[in-house]
């Protein structure tokens, strides 16, 4: 359990449609077993659940348990950082929704080329510096989202940072776009500690397509796909913590289960993990990780990672022979209701593509979308 971090960032809901109505009552359960279980690291940002996500972390955790039981930590946004005075501002702000007077991790929030203007030139690396010298933060550090030669500039321009927080996952381990092995092995030589985000890939690596999953369950028929992609980040010798965002009760208890009893994996499981890899890639055209950061910024209230997942969804079972149709629907009902846009309403503005850590060409994948699940002939049935 002690390296099992409870990653905030997909709590359950009470309206799925409405990401600040967390389900504080199930949440508060979920805190309960886990700390029942040894587990103090929580792990929160700014924009998580529209902003929603430090204030049920004061209400389920800091309000209810001894400070120096706990491990707190958040994230400046400097994504949102406009002048040098904000920082100040954000920080004082995320003090009181927290209900803290100290943070004990404090990272700089997904570096990365569109973050870079506000990281260097407003010196975001000295500020951290200087709230912990206050005080106020115990370990400093950033999260990073970029190429492997962009985590270098910023070790040399941090050299003083505590640990490093990469997305790391046996899909990505290898993947051209995110790089993970790379920037693990670069945090490795800088003598920087990793924490792990996104070791499921938003899910991504929990669902798997049948045919993925098969392999698994043929080595082992009790093991569960999450398992296998925690076991992986687990082997890691420079990791000291695994962020797993669950998203329910259940999901709690099965993770526990899993860090209770974790072991190393094999070379024969390490082959199935790349065969694996190999069909995930093959059937999943969209790498959405659905941390939502881009629909906040989308003027036309286009919800991206609902219809990435749907289209991901409907293209799985187009392949395997599945039931495609649900999907379609299921994009029809959200892209003919008042409350969203269609994908084809986008106006190619590409302010998401500045906020999305996959480096995803959206507008162009939305057109893909509407040439997918915008189905006339459906559309027509559903109208009648």
């Known amino acids: ?21 967390i389900d504080m009552e199930q949440l508060k359960e979920m805190v309960d077993i886990y700390i029942e279980n040894g587990g103090k690291y929580f792990d929160t940002a700014y924009p998580y659940h529209m902003g929603a996500s430090e204030t049920a972390l004061k209400e389920a955790v800091v309000d209810r348990y001894p400070r120096e039981d706990i491990i707190i930590t958040t994230k400046l946004p400097v994504f949102s950082v406009e002048k040098e005075e904000d920082m100040e501002k ?11 007077d100290y943070f004990d991790y404090y990272l700089i929030h997904n570096i990365n080329e569109m973050t870079h203007h506000a990281v260097y030139d407003f010196d975001s690396f000295e500020f951290v510096r200087q709230k912990k010298a ?3 933060i115990k370990n400093i550090g950033f999260s990073f989202h970029d190429k492997p030669d962009a985590l ?48 499921v890939k938003g899910g991504a690596l929990a669902n798997l397509p049948e045919e993925a999953e098969k392999i698994f369950k043929e080595y082992d028929e009790n093991s569960e796909n999450v398992s296998w992609a ?90 395997q022979q599945g039931d495609e149709v649900n999907a379609a629907v299921a994009y029809l009902v959200l892209a003919e209701s008042d409350e ?45």
Not at 90 to 100: M, R, S, W, Y
Not at 254 to 279: G, M, P, R, T, W
Request: glycine share 2%; net charge negative; proline share 4%.
């Open 90 to 100: 954000f920080f004082n702000e995320q003090l009181e929704k927290c209900g803290v």
């Open 152 to 199: 270098i500039e910023a070790l040399e321009a941090f050299p003083d940072c505590d640990f490093v927080q990469l997305q790391i996952n046996y899909l990505d381990w290898t993947s051209s776009a995110i790089e993970s092995q790379k920037c693990y092995e670069i945090a490795t030589k800088y003598n920087k500690p990793v924490i792990v985000m996104e070791p």
């Open 340 to 384: 969203y846009g269609a994908a084809n309403n986008c106006v190619e503005c590409m302010q998401c593509e500045k906020y999305c850590p996959q480096h995803l060409e959206i507008h162009e994948l939305l057109k893909e979308v509407d040439k997918e699940l915008n189905n006339p002939v459906m559309k027509e049935f559903l109208s009648t």
């Open 230 to 319: 925690l076991r992986f980040c687990n082997d890691l010798d420079n990791v000291f913590m695994i962020l797993n965002g669950v998203s329910s009760l259940e999901q709690m208890k099965s993770s526990i289960n899993i860090f209770k009893d974790i072991k190393a994996l094999n070379n024969e499981e390490y082959e199935l993990i790349d065969k694996v890899k190999d069909i995930v890639n093959d059937l999943t055209p969209i790498k959405c990780t659905e941390c939502n950061y881009c629909i906040e910024h989308c003027p036309v209230n286009i919800p991206i990672s609902k219809y990435f997942s749907l289209y991901n969804t409907y293209h799985i079972n187009k392949t």
């Open 1 to 21: 359990m002690n390296k099992f971090g409870f990653g905030m960032m997909r709590l359950p809901l009470l309206d799925k449609n409405d990401e600040t109505k």
């Open 134 to 136: 206050e005080g106020k």
